[in-house]
């Protein structure tokens, strides 16, 4: 497993790994992050005075993490941190970063109580790089096929595109759980935003109407096994 940058709403830290499509972020990167002298060393005090944060829930000890030193790269073990871990040792800091943090956290937890916002997912449009890390942090198999909708459908293109766009950014293949490389047959899933909203729309009033008789009510010129498909994506997001 190797450290790569991670970039994110203006969060930048440059030692991270993804572990089952999560985030996971060193003590060093958090320390450079909040801009101490000392970063790992403050981190580490941080820790020992707030043992708390050593949690399993949101703190994973890495057996052979790679970072490179020059033209060498070397694998230790180092104790990285979730998103959660990353915010608890924020919240015990004093520096004027974390103090910014803070008062933000409090603002977008107020406007999510407020139903002002939705949770965001871990990559933005565009940062397709994110994206295929997640993607490829996880097992081959459905929960990879789950975020490659997401992607797609964040960006606003077809499956085909969005395999093809992250084969291209990892120069890998991605393949079924079996190992079969994956070969999508929906070019053009994307082509009808406008009729894919409502039946989208539809089907959540009328659930379990099947794609035939969507089409003849709604009056639409798309086929009825796309609706279908439609239909399906829709599902398996739910789940």
Request: proline fraction near 5%; charge should be positive.
């Amino acid at each position: 497993m190797n450290i790569t940058p991670f970039i994110y709403l203006g969060i930048a830290l440059q030692e991270s790994c993804w572990i089952d499509g999560v985030p996971f972020f060193t003590r060093r990167a958090i320390g450079e992050w909040l801009e101490y002298p000392h970063p790992k060393q403050a981190i580490e005090k941080i820790i020992r005075r707030h043992p708390y944060i050593e949690d399993s829930r949101w703190c994973s000890v890495v057996p052979n993490l790679g970072t490179t030193w020059g033209t060498q790269t070397i694998q230790k073990e180092q104790r990285v941190y979730n998103p959660i871990g990353l915010q608890l040792i924020v919240f015990e800091s004093h520096r004027p970063k974390a103090i910014q943090y803070k008062i933000a956290v409090a603002n977008l937890v107020w406007a999510l109580m407020n139903g002002e916002i939705k949770p965001s997912k871990w990559s933005q449009k565009d940062d397709l790089v994110s994206a295929a890390r997640q993607i490829l942090s996880l097992p081959q198999g459905q929960k990879r096929g789950t975020l490659v909708r997401d992607l797609a459908e964040r960006d606003g293109v077809s499956l085909q595109t969005a395999y093809r766009r992250v084969n291209k950014a990892t120069g890998q293949r991605l393949k079924t759980a079996k190992g079969r490389p994956i070969c999508r047959k929906d070019r053009g899933s994307t082509r009808y935003p406008a009729e894919k909203a409502k039946v989208l729309v539809y089907i959540k009033e009328h659930p379990g109407v099947g794609g035939k008789r969507i089409k003849k009510f709604l009056g639409l010129t798309v086929s009825d096994s796309r609706i279908t498909t439609w239909i399906r994506e829709s599902k398996l997001r739910k789940e």
